[in-house]
Antibody, heavy 120, light 106 residues
Framework: EEQLVESGGGLVQPGGSLRLSCAASGFTFSSYSVTWVRQAPGKGLKWVSYITSSSSSTIYYADSVQGRFTISRDNAKNSVYLQMNSLRAEDTAVYYC????????????WGQGTTVTVSS | DIQMTQSPSSLSASVGDRVTITCRTSQSINNYLNWYQQKPGKAPILLIYGASSLQSGVPSRFSGSGSGTDFTLTISSLQPEDSATYYCQQSYSTPWTFGQGTRVEI
């Protein structure tokens, strides 16, 4: 079964850091781009970041996280990471990772999500 | 940024009804338009990609159409399990953006 599993969420104080992980199984992970999408409580979906499948991965960020979040991947471990620094209350959300066969094909496999709460 | 305007924000329909949700983009996106279904507490599911291609495993009552800046998701015969929120999303250029969602109630 093709699967993504997120981990690393939790409660953190404003200004703190968290590292989310997205572990893939059941498919050739290195062939796929991966994206992070978040959903604040009761709100819609918001794109966060994206890393391509290429060996020299191309990376993109939403303006709201640029300079604070860092996406990376380790194809040997079939994993993508989201390092989140300088966290703010407005970063509170469920964070999903999803894979993309290509930009045109959409996000076809999603993880179950991990919850990040930024609060004092 | 490409703005997504999705309508309606919610609708109520009966089993067997034909339901249409529209998504308008602020600029042409060359059919890089995807539709997702999300049920409460669950991750989204890809329904349609490339504006009109049905994702594998998705029931054929779901279909997508449109081009340029105007797109439509149609459920040909609404089923009880279709109660969910539906989102359009453009992957033409970053930042990728989603519509605000349409809640479908049965």
């Amino acid at each position: 079964e093709e699967q993504l599993v997120e981990s690393g969420g939790g409660l953190v104080q404003p200004g703190g850091s968290l590292r989310l992980s997205c572990a893939a199984s059941g498919f050739t992970f290195s062939s796929y781009s991966v994206t992070w999408v978040r959903q604040a409580p009761g709100k819609g979906l918001k794109w966060v970041s994206y890393i391509t499948s290429s060996s020299s991965s191309t990376i993109y960020y939403a303006d709201s996280v640029q300079g604070r979040f860092t996406i990376s991947r380790d194809n040997a471990k079939n994993s993508v990471y989201l390092q989140m620094n300088s966290l703010r209350a407005e970063d509170t959300a469920v964070y999903y990772c999803a894979r993309l066969p290509s930009d045109y094909h959409g996000m076809d496999v999603w993880g179950q999500g991990t919850t990040v709460t930024v609060s004092s | 940024d490409i703005q997504m305007t999705q309508s309606p924000s919610s609708l109520s329909a009966s089993v067997g009804d034909r339901v249409t949700i529209t998504c308008r983009t602020s600029q042409s996106i060359n059919n890089y338009l995807n539709w997702y279904q999300q049920k409460p507490g669950k991750a989204p599911i890809l329904l349609i990609y490339g504006a009109s291609s049905l994702q594998s495993g998705v029931p054929s009552r779901f279909s997508g159409s449109g081009s340029g800046t105007d797109f439509t998701l149609t459920i040909s015969s609404l089923q009880p399990e279709d109660s969910a929120t539906y989102y359009c999303q453009q992957s033409y250029s970053t930042p990728w953006t989603f519509g605000q969602g349409t809640r479908v109630e049965i």
